[in-house]
Nanobody, 123 residues
Framework: QVQLVESGGGSVEAGGSLRLSCVAS????????MGWFRQAPGKEREAVAA????????YHADSVKGRFVISQDRTKKTVYLQMNTLKPEDTAMYYC????????????????WGQGTQVTVSS
């Protein structure tokens, strides 16, 4: 099991920026990737971004490509989501995820989930 703790959410106006952080702990030896999902009320959960443990692979959803960038620190225990040019439609609960297989970090079937951090973007 991997424990994931998100932070950095908040309320911003459209066009603003936020940086989300996720710190992993516990049994991270077999973790192959980490990523971010989001879910807004009335909408399906969707993958936002993912990164492999060695940062050789990355995924960004079409809806955020060019605006959001996922990255990790050198310890591979912390993953960030830099969110720029935020739009009201980005408003959602953002969840950090981790998995033992790369594609699971953006297919909706990750192994571990954080508690979520709220992002609210107003016009």
């Amino acid at each position: 099991q991997v424990q994931l703790v998100e932070s950095g959410g908040g309320s911003v106006e459209a066009g603003g920026s936020l940086r989300l952080s996720c710190v992993a702990s516990g049994d991270i030896y077999n973790t192959a990737c980490m990523g971010w999902f989001r879910q807004a009320p009335g909408k399906e959960r969707e993958a936002v971004a993912a990164i492999s443990s060695g940062a050789l692979l990355a995924y960004h959803a079409d809806s955020v490509k060019g605006r959001f960038v996922i990255s990790q620190d050198r310890t591979k225990k912390t993953v960030y989501l830099q969110m720029n040019t935020l739009k009201p439609e980005d408003t959602a609960m953002y969840y950090c995820v981790a998995s033992r297989l790369w594609p699971d970090c953006y297919t909706g079937q990750p192994d571990d989930w954080g508690q979520g951090t709220q992002v609210t973007v107003s016009s």
